[in-house]
T-cell receptor, first 111, second 111 residues
């Protein structure tokens, strides 16, 4: 089945640093979604991407839909302590429409 | 107003018991889901309903039975609970094949 692998698995950074993480798949996706999950909460949608090559921003967050349609990237600029959480990529499976989630990237930000 | 709400938030119960988790969405979405998040934070889809009809049923034991009385509600009933059922269960909803919105989760602990 389709799988989404995220890297890095975890990141420990200093406040103010920029962060980059990515998500790769062995098969093509037509939509890429990025979610953030804070402790004790459900995942919250950050950015949705619908077209290959698309670059979309949401405040300090920028995400890109890879040209091959097999990957996506999320960047966070000037990180702050409240950026802490697990970031998931997700996309609908092409043949079943179920939303598949990546393995997650845990972000820890130190003041 | 909470868009996707599920109750209870915490559930501690003994092995062998039967329990239910309720979910309601007020977003007018046609599709609702149940996801299971394990201790490693992997999010796996369990069921998907569209307009009260079962669309996706992943390889989930028969002890798990979803019920959708109307398109705004999707409840999850679990029979004969086992230790391995301990996890966080998330309800979500979406317009068909688009970004999903999640509830806060139900942390189930089977002792």
């Amino acid at each position: 089945g389709q799988q989404l692998n995220q890297s890095p698995q975890s990141m420990f950074i200093q406040e103010g640093e920029d962060v980059s993480m990515n998500c790769t798949s062995s098969s093509i996706f037509n939509t890429w979604l990025w979610y953030k999950q804070e402790p004790g909460e459900g995942p919250v949608l950050l950015i949705a991407l619908y077209k290959a090559g698309e670059l979309t921003s949401n405040g300090r967050l920028t995400a890109q839909f890879g040209i091959t349609r097999k990957d996506s990237f999320l960047n966070i600029s000037a990180s702050i302590p409240s950026d802490v959480g697990i970031y998931f990529c997700a996309g609908p499976s092409y043949n079943t429409d179920k939303l598949i989630f990546g393995t997650g990237t845990r972000l820890q930000v130190f003041p | 107003d909470t868009a996707v709400s599920q109750t209870p938030k915490y559930l501690v119960t003994q092995m062998g018991n039967d329990k239910s988790i309720k979910c309601e969405q007020n977003l007018g979405h046609d599709t609702m889901y149940w996801y299971k998040q394990d201790s490693k934070k992997f999010l796996k889809i369990m069921f998907s309903y569209n307009n009260k009809e079962l669309i996706i049923n992943e390889t989930v034991p028969n002890r798990f039975s979803p019920k959708s009385p109307d398109k705004a509600h999707l409840n999850l009933h679990i029979n004969s609970l086992e230790l391995g059922d301990s996890a966080v269960y998330f309800c979500a909803s979406s317009r068909a094949n688009t970004e999903a919105f999640f509830g806060q989760g139900t942390r189930l602990t089977v002792v």
